[in-house]
């Protein structure tokens, strides 16, 4: 159900109108009774993930993740971390 304004009501709700496009809705402006406009939503084409990164490639946003100097060491476990851990907490 799209909401109507007349061509005052909607020069002076024009943040209002918006909203509700934003959020899906169609409005239809009136003048002297008689629609004359109608906002809507864009419709936003059908993009693939790989089109996607694709394109973020061409633009520099994503690219290769850069190489960590030599190897990460693991990190050594040493038992009873968690229980010392909860009992410094009580």
């Known amino acids: 159900m799209a909401r109507e304004y007349s061509t005052y009501e ?18 239809v402006i009136r003048f002297r009774g008689r629609p004359v406009a109608e906002v809507r939503p864009l419709e936003a084409p059908e ?12 633009s520099g946003v994503l690219g290769p993740a850069p190489r960590a100097p030599g190897r990460l060491a693991p990190i050594a476990r040493r038992e009873g971390a968690l229980q010392r851990f909860l009992g410094e907490r009580e």
């Open 47 to 58: 993009i693939g993930l790989a089109d996607r990164i694709g394109d973020l490639e061409r």
């Open 10 to 27: 909607a020069k002076a709700r024009f943040s209002e109108i918006i909203r509700a496009v934003m959020g899906g809705q169609r409005v």
